[in-house]
């Protein structure tokens, strides 16, 4: 019987450089910046045998969470339309919003969760989270659970 793998999700500076450009070389033979693994790891500046060392280990962040349901965590300032501000980030960006839960505000802030559908979403999950956060009244936005 196989052990069970694990996955971590670890910030892109705490990562080895070969990772961050194995994900590199893997995007632009995605997008066709780059129509073999030689030119896209030449590209990059790695080995072909260090590409195929590690292609199937390292998958961005938003690539693995793309069509799946993500629960999002807010903290946002007790103000009117700072929530509708919020959700018009979602609804900006495609993504179909499932459930949204609010506390009550205590200190002038109030925790809310919203789980979404991110399928059809025509932007980044960091682009989603990026924009959120800057929104005036926003405290804290990020990813809960997915």
């Known amino acids: 019987m196989g052990a069970k793998t694990k996955y971590y999700i670890v910030a892109a500076a705490a990562l080895p450089e070969i990772f961050i450009k194995v994900a590199e070389a ?72 499932l459930t949204i839960n609010q506390s009550i505000p205590t200190n002038g802030c109030a925790a809310v969760t919203v789980s979404a559908e991110t399928s059809d ?8 989270i990026s924009q959120a956060a800057a929104l005036e009244g926003v405290v804290r936005f990020e990813i809960l659970a997915g």
Do not use: C, W
């Open 26 to 97: 893997k995007r632009m033979m995605q997008t066709g910046e780059a129509d073999t693994v030689g030119e896209a790891t030449r590209q990059v500046g790695i080995s072909r045998s260090a590409f195929y060392k590690y292609k199937d280990a390292v998958q961005p962040f938003n690539d693995m969470k793309t069509g799946h349901i993500i629960t999002f965590y807010a903290m946002l300032k007790d103000n009117p339309g700072v929530l509708s501000n919020v959700l018009a980030i979602f609804a900006g960006s495609g993504a179909n919003i």
């Open 121 to 128: 979403m025509e932007i980044t999950l960091e682009e989603l």
